[in-house]
């Protein structure tokens, strides 16, 4: 139910805008998140962004750096990170409120 796009490999300090997508009844009123997990580590809550986008949410570990957004009209949520550190590295996932079925998921990978 949810398509995660955009993620890659980038240098620490470098940019991506992920995508995520999903169909217009799951979306249009809902609460979406952006969540990351490492191997052998639990999913975690990154990002979060309300019905009409304008309240949101961001973990201390990527405050400052990550924009949340979203385009209620292409059915399509947005995570703009900036000035990428190694640590976050993961497959970063999104969801909605209440959760439903995960997607695949999309790697972001920060290297030298």
């Known amino acids: 139910q949810f398509v995660e796009s955009g993620g890659g490999l980038v240098q620490p300090g470098g940019s991506l805008t992920l995508s995520c997508a999903t169909s217009?009844?799951?979306?249009?009123?809902?609460?979406l998140d952006w969540y990351r997990q490492v191997p052998g580590k639990e999913r975690k809550l990154v990002a979060t962004?309300?019905?009409?986008?304008?309240?949101?949410y961001y973990a201390d570990s990527v405050k400052g750096r990550f924009t949340i957004s979203r385009d209620n009209d292409k059915n399509t949520m947005y995570l703009q990170m900036n000035n990428l550190k190694l640590e976050d590295t993961a497959v970063y996932f999104c969801n909605r409120r209440p959760r439903t079925s995960w997607g695949q998921g999309t790697q972001v990978t920060v290297s030298s």
């Open positions: 217009r009844s799951i979306f249009s009123v809902a609460t």
């Open positions: 962004i309300t019905s009409s986008g304008g309240t949101t």
